[in-house]
T-cell receptor, first 112, second 114 residues
Framework: QQQVKQSPQSLIVQKGGISIINCAYENTAFDYFPWYQQFPGKGPALLIA?????SEKKEGRFTISFNKSAKQFSLHIMDSQPGDSATYFCAANRARDDKIIFGKGTRLHILP | DTAVSQTPKYLVTQMGNDKSIKCEQNLGHDTMYWYKQDSKKFLKIMFS???????INETVPNRFSPKSPDKAHLNLHINSLELGDSAVYFC?????????????FGSGTQLSVL
């Protein structure tokens, strides 16, 4: 059972555009929602994360929007740059649970 | 200084062989993990150790045996390698088991079984 569904599988955006990746979760016990960024040949690295007590978190050009009632959250990359080209994973877990559940990833390509 | 380091970076071997991947973290974290990433980039947890104690074993074939000599090291030994074991294996660590809000990943070991 896939508990975190991520879409789209791949995304192509023009430089300067907005990249949007969506995730939906099933387990209402989840209370931590990170996004990881992975460049080719590297391990994933934490990009930004949100807890369900807020509806939005912004760090530079990266914003997470969170909709608790819909059980959905999304990553917005403003002014997308070629250096943002990577695979992005949403994830979810709950405190005191060792297992973080990853989405299947989105391959983002920013056209120069 | 690399926070989570794993060796080797690439591993090419024949079916039926036994191989090991080593992982070390210098972050002082209590919890370490092994993840498998398949060709479609799907990340799946295999094992988790907390202070040398196994806490997660995600229905992994018993050909895979993790070993944690101390909390800074978590090695993965694979017996009788099969074609389907070909993947990228990532070691990761986090501060503790109760609040693993940030995972630190190594750069991965690309295993190719021929």
């Amino acid at each position: 059972q896939q508990q975190v569904k991520q879409s789209p599988q791949s995304l192509i955006v023009q430089k300067g555009g907005i990249s949007i990746i969506n995730c939906a979760y099933e387990n209402t016990a989840f209370d931590y929602f990170p996004w990881y960024q992975q460049f080719p040949g590297k391990g994933p690295a934490l990009l930004i994360a949100i807890r369900p007590d807020v509806s939005e978190k912004k760090e530079g050009r990266f914003t997470i929007s969170f909709n608790k009632s819909a059980k959905q959250f999304s990553l917005h990359i403003m002014d997308s740059q070629p250096g943002d080209s990577a695979t992005y994973f949403c994830a979810a877990n709950r405190a005191r649970d060792d297992k973080i559940i990853f989405g299947k990833g989105t391959r983002l390509h920013i056209l120069p | 200084d690399t926070a989570v380091s794993q060796t080797p970076k690439y591993l090419v071997t024949q079916m039926g062989n036994d191989k090991s991947i080593k992982c070390e973290q210098n972050l002082g974290h209590d919890t370490m993990y092994w993840y498998k990433q398949d060709s479609k980039k799907f990340l799946k947890i295999m094992f988790s150790y907390n202070n040398k104690e196994l806490i997660i074993n995600e229905t992994v074939p018993n050909r895979f045996s993790p070993k944690s000599p101390d909390k800074a090291h978590l090695n993965l030994h694979i017996n009788s390698l099969e074609l389907g074991d070909s993947a990228v294996y990532f070691c990761a660590s986090s501060q503790d088991r109760d609040w693993n809000e940030k995972l630190f990943f190594g750069s991965g070991t690309q295993l190719s079984v021929l």
